[in-house]
């Protein structure tokens, strides 16, 4: 079934919905920046780079929400308009029912959002990786020195004097 242009408020509802998706790929794409010099915080172990990292994606992520809202809102817009009883769940039940000039485009957007999805899936767990080795490796370093400490002479005597106690051991490991 295919929508005709009885309704005029139709084309405006579409373009709006249009430019919203437009909006949530460029809010996408700011994501995976963010997502980009996350990693690379990581991967330097800056703790402030990563915390700087991380507020930033947190604040892209509530633009990202809002944005979320707005292209709901748009779509119930353009059922209203159609005059549709069911809810588009997908795009593609939408470019089923739109008029053949708006879903080309409408498939380019879809297309788009779907490869930046992926894009920011991947770093997502790409980043999730190297903060769980980044925790391993800082426990097993803990451990290291728990161990090191338990089986080291103290450092100093009972009487104060220093034990001259060699630290090199510790300090010498190789990754």
């Not at 780079?49 to 604040?59: C, F, G, P, S, T």
């Amino acid at each position: 079934m295919t929508a005709t242009a009885i309704n005029p408020n139709i084309d405006n509802v579409v373009r709006k919905l249009i430019k919203v998706l437009l909006e949530e790929i460029t809010a996408y794409n700011h994501l995976l920046e963010s997502l980009n010099n996350k990693q690379q915080a990581i991967m330097s172990g800056e703790i402030e780079l990563i915390n700087n990292a991380v507020e930033d994606e947190q604040r892209i992520l509530h633009i990202t929400k809002q944005i979320d809202m707005q292209r709901k809102y748009a779509l119930n817009d353009v059922q209203i308009e159609m005059d549709q009883d069911s809810d588009f769940q997908t795009l593609d039940q939408l470019i089923e029912l739109v008029e053949y000039r708006y879903r080309d485009r409408l498939m380019e957007i879809k297309e788009s959002l779907q490869n930046i999805i992926k894009k920011v899936t991947v770093l997502n767990d790409q980043n999730k990786v190297l903060l769980e080795h980044s925790i391993d490796f800082v426990k097993g370093m803990v451990k290291e020195f728990l161990h090191f400490a338990e089986e080291s002479k103290s450092t100093y005597t009972p009487t104060g004097k220093n034990n001259e106690v060699d630290f090199r051991n510790l300090l010498d490991r190789r990754i």
